[in-house]
């Protein structure tokens, strides 16, 4: 048994699991009972509220679980302005791009509940590239979905263009361009083929060019992700592909920096192609219901295998947590040293997260008792990760799943792409996406030579390394 449990035991070695659930007082000998707290973006609380009360069923170690839903605007500064004063959640998402800014503020999932060689094998690859340390193979992070980009474009303009297929690579997307562009007599874009060549008005514009990156065969130099490949041939190649369609000299202009925001040109029907993840399909079918759309995989570059770019929110388990409640019986049925109760509750929080994530072989998950150790075997009435993607409609992060996903129309393409994701390491997320999005707005007013763009991009995005 590990550390913590060892330590543990010393103080309250009398005390063993029982191995029904339910109630969760002393009189029926449970030791304690662990109130847990989650945070996170776009969910509401319906997502979790089948998945906490079937494991508050077969955990009788557990107490209340509660979830917050945040607006994704506010919810990195209120975040660690609650992990700084100590009140913050037990369990919280971060984007997985955000491992290198709250890795001192998280903890590292114990061996005896998940392993290394377990994520490598159950998740898709850049989960273990994002979560696992390789300094230490630490387990930072599980996520219940990934999300990588997909190809989303309009049947009403193609079937108008007499053109029956989406595009499969990024050539044949090149040669359809100029029969999905309307251009008037006074050289405004009436119809645009593809939001690509700039970054003001396309979303996710710097997920795209480094998806196109990838796509091109752009690699990480070494395993602790310091970036070089923007001086790679690839960056430069995906560069000129992405800013040619918003080059007027060129047969297959169709963009501008006028032109409407991409999201909004896509439902309004004047945009036939637009690069996005997943969880915009509901938005844009909010937007407009009529819309004739469906979803393609990532086109591939002819002779390259398929690559993309994943972007998706993992759940990790904070550090330090001040315990407190004002419910005294839960604060009896806990231990009184704060520091064995904070162990206490990273081995619960932790205990949780795999009962999310992972898979459960014949549907049954071990639970084991935080002070004493003793495990437990229970059955589970569903896969916890399968039911919330079925009720969130988002593609998965376990490759079992994505093999359920791959004939959905709509989830298909981004389940299967997830398969080979990628992913560079980034210190401060927000600040490359802003340098990324700065340098091709200079690209594209003619300010700075693209070669000198790129450049840019690896000197300032290297400083922060």
Known sequence: MRTIILGVV????????LSGCGLRDNSQGTPYSMPLEVWGVFDDSDAYTPLFQQYRGVNPFIGNISYRKFGEETYKKELLSALAAGNGPDIFAIRN???GEFQDKIVPAPEYQVTEKEVRDHFVDVVAYDFIDPSDQKIYGLPLS?????LYYNRDIFNAAGITTPPKTWQELLAMTPKLTQIDQYGNIIQSALAFGTSDNVNRAPAILLGLMFALGAEIDDQYGRVNFFRTDAAQKAFEYYMLFSDVRMSEYTWNANMHYSIDAF?????AMMVNYSWR??????KNAKLNMAVAPFPRFE???????ADYWTFVVAKNH????ENQNIEKMLPADKGIRNELRKHEAWQLLTYMAMPHPEGQITIRNGLTGNPAVFTLAFDPAEKYLEWTRKPAARRDLIEKQRSDPVLGSFAVANLTAKNFRQVDADAIEKIINDIIRSVNLGE???KEGLSLMQQRIGTLQ
Do not use: H, K
Request: no cysteine; glycine share 8%; net charge negative.
């Open 10 to 17: 010393v103080l309250f070695g009398s005390m063993t699991i």
């Open 97 to 99: 791009s955000w491992m």
């Open 146 to 150: 990934v999300d990588s980009l997909a």
């Open 267 to 271: 439902y309004e029907g004047r945009l």
């Open 281 to 286: 399909y509901e938005t844009l079918r909010q």
């Open 303 to 309: 002779g390259m295998v398929p690559q993309n770019y």
């Open 322 to 325: 001040d315990i407190s409640s």
């Open 448 to 450: 700075i030579p693209l």
